[in-house]
């Protein structure tokens, strides 16, 4: 197996990566249904993964009568695949590990700078602090910290957060990609130097997909106005 392959989908194991399941069924219809990935069992090639939603578990009792492989989406790794079903039990669905697969090779999504999105951050339960968003995209965010604020926040660190817009909190969670260091007064809000906290969006349900989607919209329509007066 590829090890590009079998690296990719162990890091969407470790981060609880969203995968979709998708195939044609009824001729020309594509049915497809979200899962996360569980475990790879390398000894016995086979990768294991959660349904969790019931819409889902519906949609692949339909696509799986009669097939032998589905085509897998990781989204975060943008990793394209064909696998075999092994099995299918309750809430548990095993493959074969890929035999033909490719990635995308692009930037998944495109990202607005934003002013009037606030994100708190949390600690697994402790909250931590409240910003403004630098920006925003689908897969992701980003905000700014002054030179002193959580010092202690470095790649990798997993955080809850609150997307916050008119009074509600849309709950996600999220992984620390990358921190950048600010000079001073790169941005007016940071005028001592900091950081830039670049986030990506993890164990994306499709509930929280539509959520952001909407909010993406939104914000879009509000850049290009604001853009064009």
Known sequence: ??????????????ESGPC?????????KITKAYI???????????????VSEESSQYFLREMISGKRELNLYFIDSGLICSCEIIEYKDDILIFRMPGKYKFLNRRKHPRIEISDLYINVYDDKKFLLSKVLHDF??????????????????????LSLGLRYRKKEFKLNAVIVR??????????????GGRRISL????????????????FEFFSKKDIQKSSS
């Open 137 to 158: 995209s689908l897969g992701g965010c980003s905000f700014i910290l002054s030179k002193g604020e959580l010092p202690w926040l470095k790649d990798k660190d997993k």
């Open 200 to 215: 990506q969006f993890t164990q994306v349900g499709p509930k929280q997909k539509t959520i952001l989607e909407s909010l």
């Open 1 to 14: 197996m590829n090890e590009r392959v079998v690296k990719s989908i162990q890091k969407e194991v470790d």
């Open 36 to 50: 996360i990935p569980l475990r790879i069992d390398q000894y016995k090639k086979r990768l294991v993964f959660k």
């Open 20 to 28: 979709v399941a998708w195939a044609s069924t009824r001729g020309q």
């Open 179 to 192: 921190t950048i260091k600010l000079r001073p007064f790169m941005f007016k809000n940071c005028p001592y």
